[in-house]
């Protein structure tokens, strides 16, 4: 079956604009996870879903982040006010249960 | 520091040698998985430890659990000049939160 797909692929926007990134998971995973990956760096947990709802927002790096999910399956990042330094690839995975994650291609976005 | 740091930061060997990289973390885990990531390229999922095992193996991996010492090692054998890439760990919790330290950089020269 489709694997976690993400989309853009790749996104350029000016300073201070709003982006919105879209994560479609493996049918049926009840676990959603967004992560941002920086040039070079590892991996920074953002948030969790467990269905629609998010137990931990504690990674979202600011007030200018939110996400949700809606009916158990799509999920989608905003980004309010877009600064230079939230560009970076922001990784979607979901898994069943608390068990192995399944990665997308991940969104690169860059903030001129 | 934050939960999940692999060591060392950087390995360069030579193909057919082993590799062995390390993760500590500082919470209870649920799990430990390691990944690989290709330069410009997704995570792939290597391998799983729940923390009631201590080994498990998958081809020429060779992952180990040591939960009285928050400690993990991933062990590559024969290693190939495909094997080059970045490797992470990756601590769960029971609370779904999941958490990625900065990985190793392996090179294998051929």
């Known amino acids: 079956g489709a694997g976690v797909s993400q989309s853009p692929s790749n996104k350029v926007t000016e300073k201070g604009k709003d982006v919105e990134l879209r994560c479609d998971p493996i049918?049926?995973?009840?676990?959603l996870y967004w992560y941002r990956q920086s040039l070079g760096q590892g991996l920074e947990f953002l948030i969790y879903?467990?269905?629609?709802?998010?137990?931990?927002k504690s990674g979202l790096p600011s007030d200018r982040f939110s996400a949700e999910r809606t009916g158990g399956s799509v999920s989608t990042l905003t980004i309010q006010r877009t600064q230079q330094e939230d560009s970076a690839v922001y990784l979607c995975?979901?898994?069943?249960?608390?068990?192995?994650?399944?990665f997308g291609p991940g969104t690169r976005l860059t903030v001129t | 520091s934050q939960q999940g740091e692999e060591d060392p930061q950087a390995l360069s060997i030579q193909e057919g040698e082993n590799a062995t990289m390390n993760c500590s973390y500082k919470?209870?885990?649920?799990?430990l998985q390691w990944y690989r990531q290709n330069s410009g390229r997704g995570l792939v999922h290597l391998i799983l430890?729940?923390?009631?095992?201590r080994e498990k193996h998958s081809g020429r991996l060779r992952v180990t659990l040591d939960t009285s010492k928050k400690s993990s090692s991933l062990l590559i054998t024969a290693s190939r000049a495909a094997d080059t890439a970045s490797y992470f760990c990756?601590?769960?919790?029971?609370?779904?939160?999941?958490?990625f330290g900065d990985g190793t950089t392996l090179t294998v020269k051929p």
């Open positions: 990756a601590t769960d919790t029971n609370a779904g939160k999941s958490t």
């Open positions: 430890i729940r923390s009631n095992e």
């Open positions: 995975a979901s898994s069943l249960g608390l068990d192995e994650q399944y």
């Open positions: 919470t209870s885990i649920n799990n």
């Open positions: 049918s049926g995973h009840t676990a």
């Open positions: 879903f467990q269905g629609n709802s998010a137990p931990d």
